[in-house]
């Protein structure tokens, strides 16, 4: 897959994934395995509003070579990626119920 190909798939699944409801805000982001690093959303970036120019690339060591900052957690995405050498993408979202539980004071009691 080309760059420009790679860029616009996350784009498209980017907006898929904010039309359904699946993300909301800046929360959540997605990354790509090239041949040559990754391709990961910018930080503070919202799913649906995804520009393939401004997509942050990253080379084989993790490093940051161009688009935006990348994601706060691309060392997340890249360790990932070193243990699951297999692993072509990664879809990582917060869903609402998740986030809600992250604010509360203590973690509720399942019974």
């Known amino acids: 897959m080309s760059d420009a190909a790679a860029r616009n798939a996350l784009c498209r699944m980017g907006q898929r994934l904010y039309d359904r409801h699946l993300v909301h805000g ?4 997605l990354s790509l395995r090239l ?9 503070n970036t919202c799913l649906g509003l995804l520009d393939p120019a401004r997509i ?7 490093r940051h070579v161009s688009g935006d900052k990348p994601s706060k957690e691309a060392f997340l995405h890249t360790s990932v990626y070193g ?3 297999g ?3 990664i879809i ?16 509720p009691v399942c019974r």
Do not use: F, M, Q, Y
């Open 56 to 62: 942050s690339k990253l080379d084989p060591e993790g």
């Open 35 to 43: 041949d040559d690093g990754w391709l990961i959303t910018p930080t």
């Open 26 to 29: 800046t929360s959540g982001n």
């Open 92 to 107: 990582h979202t917060h869903s609402t119920h998740s986030v809600a539980v992250s604010c509360l004071d203590r973690a």
């Open 87 to 89: 692993a072509a993408a």
């Open 83 to 85: 243990v699951r050498p």
